[in-house]
């Protein structure tokens, strides 16, 4: 059974950092694209980051490039997001998702709060 593990996330200020981690068991990930997504109360679900299997293809949304950093460890089956320089904007629920490019495996973590305050 699949399952995704995330932690790091929190309360900071603005300007702060935190870096968030998503652990995923059950099979090996190598091939899978990692992403992140954010959701704030009464929006819609934000793409924020992804890193493909290999690690060679990485994108970011607007609001976050330049500020977050995405990465991936294969051997622990884990992707980060390293946050700086954050904003009072940035708070959401942040949910990190495993997909395999051409198949319906597709797995999310359930949310990491990450609160800034002003």
């Known amino acids: 059974q699949v399952q995704l593990v995330e932690s790091g996330g929190g309360l900071v200020q603005a300007g702060g950092s935190l870096m968030l981690s998503c652990a995923a068991s059950g099979r090996t990930f190598s091939s899978y694209a990692m992403g992140w997504f954010r959701q704030a109360p009464g929006k819609e679900r934000e793409f924020v980051a992804a890193i493909s299997g290999s690690g060679g293809n990485i994108y970011y949304g607007v609001s976050v490039n330049g500020r977050f950093t995405i990465s991936r460890d294969d051997v622990k089956n884990t992707v980060y997001l390293q946050m700086n320089y954050l904003k009072p904007e940035d708070t959401a629920v942040y949910y990190c998702?495993?997909?395999?490019?051409?198949?319906?495996?597709?797995?999310w973590g359930q949310g990491s709060q990450v609160t800034v305050s002003s």
């Open positions: 998702r495993f997909r395999r490019p051409g198949t319906l495996y597709d797995y």
